[in-house]
């Protein structure tokens, strides 16, 4: 998942002189059908109340994707937490809750918290002068722990849907998600005592089909020493992904699975075929790992986290630098640029429709406005290569891409589009055209 989760300790990087930027400039800027990701609204209007956490808790751990050309696939679900190393690196944040608004709603909180679900002697407690801090046209807010822990998920999701617009409530708009399981199965295989997985479980609330989580701070409360406090840090970064392998024997149709994985046009036909054809004609082995048959870029990429020798150009990769890398031995740093991602898309991509076909760009874009706030590579049987997020803390990954929707599509308001590179659209057409004399 992606997430900034960590932005609040970003002083060790910012301190090397390097520039993150805003969800808003990471992404492809405004050209015809792509563009960046408008603001989020400041009203203070309260969304519609999501049901408590309900998601299927099963305990799937793998399952078969559907037969294709592209071959049989076995997807395994996989959690991946950032390396010790790296969270080491980053300051804890403080244990006290705060809620951040613009110091100009002040006059509307109450009648929002109030809709939200707050109690009347809570809403005092936190609009007290004495108890909020009010700087550079910000109010802060400081919640009970005991008040807060017994907040419902209705009024959690509301409130903090409306915290999520404010960029200083970073873990708010940046949430820990659970996607497709339950807390427990989720953290089943992590470091975490079943005391902090329960406080976990009930801080929790939905955001749109996924289990949300935000209450790091809250959560620091109950580490009993700094060690464990940094175990429950890490366990935040904590992401499901699919370790996917390609099911191979001498039932297998190798033409057809090396034709698809060469991009259908024989592009690294040289580079699969051997490989392909060795394993189906040797005893003892029956499957091949995915990464095995992606360009080199992201086979390196997979299943890692960016290196700060990623950073040397004073910006990291995000999903777009990813997927227009895709094809490409080496990256192409200049796709970091926002305006010459969008030039190479408009340049060298022509739109498609579903199903989609390998190594397809699949780019998330708002219905108003058409702006590009995400970008994934289709593998096949919608399995997707993503990296959500522009950190150091979001992995390159593989996920199914009604997952990756939950993630960005969860307000209803954006779709999905697929681009193909024009070469290799052209000569499908060629070929397509020569099956049909």
Not at 115 to 121: D, H, V
Not at 184 to 213: D, N, V
Not at 391 to 406: H, Q, T, Y
Request: glycine share 6%; net charge neutral; aromatic share 10%.
């Amino acid at each position: 998942m992606s997430r900034r989760l960590l932005t609040a300790a970003l002083t060790p990087i910012l301190a090397a002189g390097l520039l993150l930027p805003s969800p808003a400039s990471a992404q492809i800027t405004s050209a015809e059908d792509l563009g960046v990701i408008l603001g989020q609204g400041t009203g203070l209007t309260p969304p519609q109340a999501t049901s408590a956490p309900s998601p299927d808790a099963g305990t799937v751990t793998s399952f078969q994707a559907n037969p294709g050309p592209w071959g049989n696939l076995h997807c395994f679900y996989v959690y991946l937490e950032a390396p010790k190393s790296l969270v080491e690196g980053f300051a804890l944040p403080s244990s006290v809750p705060r809620w951040t608004f613009p110091d100009s709603s002040i006059a509307a909180l109450p009648a929002f918290l109030a809709k939200a679900g707050l109690s009347k002697s809570l809403i005092e407690t936190l609009l007290s002068p004495k108890s909020m801090v009010r700087e550079n046209g910000r109010v802060h807010l400081f919640p009970p722990l005991a008040e807060l822990e017994e907040m419902s998920p209705q009024t959690r999701a509301i409130l903090y849907t409306e915290l999520s617009g404010y960029t200083e409530n970073e873990y708010h708009a940046d949430p820990v998600l659970i996607i497709g399981t339950s807390v427990e199965e989720w953290y089943r295989t992590s470091k975490l005592r079943p005391e902090i997985i329960a406080k976990i479980k009930k801080l929790s609330y939905m955001r749109g089909e996924t289990i949300a989580f935000s209450d790091v701070a809250a959560l620091l409360n109950y580490a009993q020493s700094d060690s464990e406090a940094r175990t429950i840090f890490k366990a935040c970064t904590r992401t499901r992904n699919l370790m996917v392998r390609l099911k191979l024997d001498k039932n297998s149709n190798a033409e057809e699975i090396i034709r698809y994985w060469s991009f259908g046009v024989g592009i690294r036909r040289k580079d699969l075929e051997p490989l392909v054809t060795s394993i189906i004609e040797t005893n003892g082995i029956e499957d091949l790992g995915i990464s095995h048959v992606l360009p080199a870029l992201p086979r390196k990429l997979l299943y890692t986290y960016p290196g700060m020798d990623m950073a040397k150009h004073g910006i990291l990769p995000d999903c777009h630098w990813t997927s227009l890398n895709f094809y490409n031995f080496e990256p192409h740093e200049y796709l970091l640029d926002a305006r010459l991602a969008t030039s190479q898309v408009l340049e060298q991509f022509v739109p498609v429709e579903p199903p989609y076909q390998y190594a397809d760009i699949l780019f998330f874009l708002d219905n108003t406005t058409g702006d590009a706030f995400h970008s994934c590579v289709h593998l096949a049987d919608n399995i997707v290569y993503t990296k959500n997020g522009r950190n150091i803390l979001s992995p390159w990954v593989i996920m199914r891409l009604e997952d990756v929707r939950k993630v960005y599509l969860y307000k209803g308001n954006g779709r999905v589009q697929g681009f193909r590179r024009k070469d290799i659209a052209a000569e499908k057409s060629a070929q397509a055209a020569q099956i049909g004399k």
